[in-house]
């Protein structure tokens, strides 16, 4: 393989330990090679870092393995240029041997320049595409609570999905809350719950609730609500910090919502998952 780095480094990242593989020399002869072994601890990253920056390394390449890599990146990033590679894709290269480490096979391609890294944005998008995804599994959360509310309901022969729309709106939240506290429900107390706007007669709303619902329904129906509550509040507060996040993006993040189907959630995902910088 022909040389196009004369100082690289490649990385084989575990949970607790990383072995560094130096290569280092003249381009047109046999490199030297260094090989060492690093705690995953801050102090042992930092020694790893010092290590590599008394080879002279330039370059370093790791594997995208699990979540293991993450350390060690966010300590060398600002040292050095590294790379990411795809474990299916180096080791898929032909020629592998088994005999080989894992460190030194990774070097000897980067010194060949035959890794094309994987996209990893800046230290800033992957706090943003951290908040995202965590919104994401958030919004599925609730959704499955509700989902869970919606099931009860039937189980205590409550029609309530039957005449409103969205039993999560203005109006279910006070039926809801009210059958959940155990409350006698009248046409006289439905008017002050439900809004104008809702189509369906009071006499039809009095009648899907008048089911057959015992204490069992109602502290399931209990449990359920104060954890999509829960879910809900976590959700506005983060929302806020997704915000915050994208100010110094909003000029991008605004010609991303002109796009037809596209909104400022759907943006915040765009920016987050592949930056803004498509050079």
């Not at 090679?33 to 010092?50: A, H, Q």
Request: charged share 30%.
């Amino acid at each position: 393989m022909e040389a196009m780095m004369e100082r690289c480094a490649g990385l084989d990242v575990h949970q607790k330990t990383v072995v560094a593989c130096v290569l280092y020399g003249p381009l047109d002869k046999r490199p030297k090679k260094s090989i060492e072994s690093f705690s995953t601890s801050t102090k042992g990253l930092l020694e790893l870092n010092d290590w590599l920056v008394s080879f002279g390394v330039t370059d370093v390449v790791m594997e995208s393995t699990g979540v293991y890599w993450k350390p060690v990146w966010n300590i060398l990033e600002n040292q050095f240029r590294l790379v990411l590679a795809n474990a299916k894709h180096v080791k898929n290269v032909p020629g592998r041997k088994t005999d080989i480490k894992d460190a030194e096979w990774l070097a000897k391609l980067l010194r060949s320049g035959l890794i094309e890294g994987s996209f990893v944005p800046p230290e800033d998008i992957r706090d943003l595409r951290d908040l995202t995804r965590y919104r994401k599994k958030l919004v599925n959360n609730r959704t499955a609570e509700q989902n869970r509310i919606h099931k009860i309901l039937q189980d205590a022969n409550i029609k309530l999905t039957s005449v409103l729309s969205d039993i999560f709106g203005e109006s279910g939240r006070k039926i809801l809350e009210a059958i959940i506290n155990g409350e006698k429900i009248e046409e006289k107390s439905l008017r002050e719950m439900v809004h104008k706007r809702v189509k369906s007669s009071l006499t039809d709303i009095a009648e899907s609730i008048n089911g057959r619902i015992r204490r069992h329904h109602r502290d399931m129906l209990r449990y359920h609500w104060e954890h999509m509550i829960y879910l809900e509040e976590t959700l506005e507060r983060l929302e806020k910090q997704i915000d915050q996040c994208l100010e110094p993006y909003r000029r991008e993040v605004d010609l991303l919502d002109t796009i037809p189907g596209v909104n400022k959630d759907a943006a915040a995902v765009f920016v987050a998952e592949m930056g803004v910088d498509m050079s």
